[in-house]
Every structure is written in C-alpha cells, then in structure tokens.
C-alpha cells in the first residue's frame, strides 16, 4: 500500500518562490551535499531536488511519525535519501549514525521551524551548521522575523502572539539575535530575501576562517 503523503498548504504555497531564490546560490558543480532541517511533509525536499540533479539531498525530521511521508513524497528521485530523524539540539555526531562530517556540506536548509520550536532548537541549528558546512558553505533559512524587536505587519505580530499563546518557548526570532548566535559560529548574514505573505529567506554563509 502506498504510504501517505502529507500535504502542508502553506509549503504548496511557498514552495517556488523559495526554489527561485535557491535557483540564485545553488552552484552547478558536482558531489553537492544538501542536508535539511525538519523536512515537515517533505513537500520541498520533493519540490527542489529535481531541479538540481547535481546535488544530493538528505531530508530529516524530529517527529517520527513524519518520515513516512518524506519518504513518500521522495519516491522516485534517485538524488533524495531516506529520510534520517534528526534532533537538531543533538549534535550532529549523534545524528544518524554519524553519516555527516565536520566541514563537508555545501547546503544546510531549513523552513519554518525556528519560530515553531524552542529557542534550543535555533541554537542547535547555527551551532551544527557551523560545524557542518564547508567553508563558504550556505545555510537557508525560511520563515517569518523580527527585526530590531519590531515585527511587521500586524498579521505577524498576530501570528507571535498565537505561538506563545501556544508554547511560551515558541515565538518569531530576532534577525539581530540570530546575527549574533550566527557570528558565534563563524556563520554571516549575506541576504536577506522578501518573500510572498511576510516571510524572509535568510543566506547565511560559514566564513572560511572555521577549520
Ligand atoms: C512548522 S513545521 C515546518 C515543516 C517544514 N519545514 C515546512 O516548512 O513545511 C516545524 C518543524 O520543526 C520540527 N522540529 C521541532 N523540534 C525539532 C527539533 N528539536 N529538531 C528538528 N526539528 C524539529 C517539527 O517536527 C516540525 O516538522
């Protein structure tokens, strides 16, 4: 029987525009590695991946009952592996039997989960990365901001309220705070990329000087 594919409207709806911006950084060589960071239904990693047949993309979750649908969604695209459950507070030594070493990836992506999860969870993701990517290496983030402790329109302010209404560890993140956690990693702010419905695609790239 065919497993199930989950459908996320919101990544029906976004899914091009941020397959545009990754059209702009994804390079043309061979052997590229693109790992990412709670994959959700799986609907981008499927989206993306025939695009690029260069690069090979390793979906992952932290929900378990959601590798079901990646896989599903990533049946057919000899560029996508399984789908490996990922904690991403957990360092990455821990993550899938240590399939990943240090400085060996070009692309770590991740959507909408910064503002959906606790504060950890954003911490664990600049420190992996930082210790991931190969130098120059790009991290991909995706999702509504704050900016300056501002947040715009009202429909954002809105949404905040709502996920700490939820989970007062949840919340949209300060692109200020995120710069400085970034720098701690030896990871820079280079784009920042307005996108449909007031949300942001944020390039991040690891500086060359981490070894
Ligand atoms: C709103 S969903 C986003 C899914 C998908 N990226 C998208 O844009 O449709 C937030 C995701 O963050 C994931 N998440 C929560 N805690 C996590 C953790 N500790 N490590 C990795 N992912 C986590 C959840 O499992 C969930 O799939």
Redesign the pocket.
Known sequence: MAAKKLI?P??DR?KDPILSVLKRYIQRGTDQTFL??????G??VAHFAPHFPQVTFYP????PR?LESIAAHAHGYSNIKDPIR?????NYRLWGNSIFKPNSLEYIY????MH???Y??TI?LFSNAGQLLKPNGLLIT??PYAFDGQITPQSNVNFDKSLRSQDPSWGLRDVRDLKKLAEENDIKLIEIVDMPANNKTLIWRKSISKN
């Open positions: 996320y919101a990544a976004n990412e960071i709670s994959s959700g239904s609907q981008h992952s979750e932290y929900e959601l990922i904690d991403v507070t957990a991740n959507a909408n989960m959906i999860s606790p950890q969870c664990g995706y999702g």
